[in-house]
């Protein structure tokens, strides 16, 4: 018998791969939970852990991380508890404790995500104001089929394959997509048009694929598409006769997510201010099932946003928050955070030694800002949805209020009322040509005389 061992297993010839030479291939993938649990208890036999320390958290926690990786942290854990213990020079008591494996877990990463940008974020649901019903449809749509995978092939259902963001900008598109990744502990690949964009033909479909296989050895991730509608524009906008590199990104970018209904795990999210722009064939159902808009917030968002970003911050008695989440219509997100940070500085600018920011602050920071969005803008950007062809899919509506799933469909009283428009338009049309061609000689006759 001989066994081989390769990494590309498409490079190795086919004729060596047929039936009577290598008979048997066996796919050696990344661990999952359980076996990193294995290889950490393998690697730990020998070094005292802190009794309520839980190597099965651990596991569950270092997704993507392979044999090696997990070796290379648990050196990493020992190395940082020495040096722990010999600055409190008690060694007697010496252990791994959870504050050793979160440093390494910082130092050490899984190594088939090195080279593809991977941020892991640090946010989480609770530094997001307001969007109550929104977050939690993404977190279904996102952790469930993480961490309950089993119930969804006991129903017999896939998982939602794709999410997408829109809405004006500075209402926490990013900050969302961020937040689900942090909260369903997965690898989170996050590509921009600019890495995509590349000088050199063919290198960002390279690129492309690239991440999407490596999402699928790292598995459970998400593949974050930050200002999508520059790496799904809509095809057939060039004059040029040869395909664009944004139309050979989308095809590619098409094929791999038709390509992820072998890949359990993998959630293709996106982020777009411009949704229009987006190739239509994305937005079809088994690609960006979920299509959902993210709206700037209301009073209550806003008081909440104001909590946020003041909740470091030292505020004087005399602020309310509500009041100037009452004063602050029309302003997004990042622009209550910039509220606050301005307050802060102007606080700052008046005495450098302050300490507490007070209302008067806050007043003159709002004084010297205007919000950039407008009611007309903000109704365009969320008339995508009403206008696209596309329904809502039903499965992960359940959690929403019905009146917005209503808004998206015509109702038998408005279809009458766009009848009898339509009915007076025609008349009046056709009373216009009439006159026209009564009097339309006539008219010309003027107009030249
Ligand atoms: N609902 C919100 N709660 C807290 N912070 C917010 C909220 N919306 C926006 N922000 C802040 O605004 C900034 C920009 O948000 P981001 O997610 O990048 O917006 P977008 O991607 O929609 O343009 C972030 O740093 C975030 O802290
Ligand atoms: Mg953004």
């Keep these: 018998m001989n066994p081989v061992a390769a990494y590309r297993v ?4 086919p004729a060596l791969r ?3 030479r290598f008979d048997a291939e066996i796919e050696v993938t990344v661990p999952n939970e359980d076996d990193r649990f294995q290889i950490l208890k393998l690697y730990t036999k020998m070094i005292p852990l802190d009794p309520v320390l839980d190597l099965k958290s651990i596991a569950a926690l270092c997704n993507g991380y392979v044999g090696a990786d997990l070796e290379a942290l648990c050196r990493e854990a020992t190395m940082y508890a020495i040096k722990r213990s010999s600055n409190t020079k008690d060694a007697s008591n010496f252990s791994l404790t959870m504050e050793d494996w979160k440093h390494a877990r910082s130092v050490v990463g899984p190594s088939i995500t090195r080279g593809v940008t991977v941020e892991i974020p640090k946010v989480t649901w609770e530094d997001i104001g307001g969007l109550k019903e929104l977050k939690k449809k993404v977190q279904q749509a996102v952790e469930w089929p993480i961490k309950h995978s089993a119930a969804f092939s006991r129903m017999g259902i896939s998982p939602v394959r794709g999410i997408l963001l829109h809405g004006p900008p500075g209402c926490s598109k990013t900050t969302l997509a961020k937040a689900a990744a942090h909260a369903a502990q997965a690898s989170f690949f996050s590509l921009s048009g600019a890495e995509l964009y590349s000088m050199y033909v063919g290198e960002g479909e390279a690129l492309l694929r690239k991440t999407f296989q490596r999402a699928r050895l790292a598995a459970p991730s998400i593949i974050f598409f930050d200002e999508a509608d520059v790496v799904a524009a809509k095809r057939g906008d060039s004059s040029s006769n040869s395909a664009t ?3 050979r990104l989308l095809s590619t970018l098409l094929t791999e997510i038709d390509g992820l209904e072998e890949a359990k795990g993998i959630l293709v999210l996106a982020a777009t201010n411009r949704p229009y722009a987006i190739d239509a064939a994305l ?3 088994g690609r960006f099932d979920l299509v959902l808009y993210v709206p700037p917030p209301d009073l209550e968002a806003r008081h909440e946003i104001l909590c946020v970003h003041t909740r470091k911050m030292k505020t004087g008695n005399d602020v309310d928050l509500r009041r100037i989440a009452e004063d602050t219509e029309l302003f997004t997100g990042a622009e209550l955070e910039g509220l606050c940070k301005e307050a802060g500085i102007v ?3 008046e005495d450098i030694s302050a300490a507490v920011v007070c209302d008067r602050h806050f007043q003159i920071a709002k004084s010297s800002l205007k919000p950039a969005l407008t009611k007309s803008e903000i109704d365009s950007y969320s008339s995508f949805m009403k206008t696209s062809s596309r ?3 039903g499965h992960f509506e359940a959690g929403l209020k019905p009146d917005k799933s209503k808004k998206n469909r015509l109702d038998p009283f408005s279809l009458v009322k766009i009848g ?7 008349a009046a049309a056709a009373a216009a040509a009439e006159y026209y061609i009564m009097y339309g000689d006539q008219i010309v006759h003027d107009i030249a005389t």
């Design 347 to 349: 606080a700052l600018r």
């Design 391 to 393: 329904a809502l899919p």
């Design 283 to 285: 937005m079809r159902p």
């Design 18 to 20: 047929r039936s009577g």
């Design 10 to 13: 498409d490079a190795i010839d």
């Design 245 to 247: 590199v944004g139309e």
């Design 420 to 426: 009898v428009v339509s009915c007076l338009l025609l």
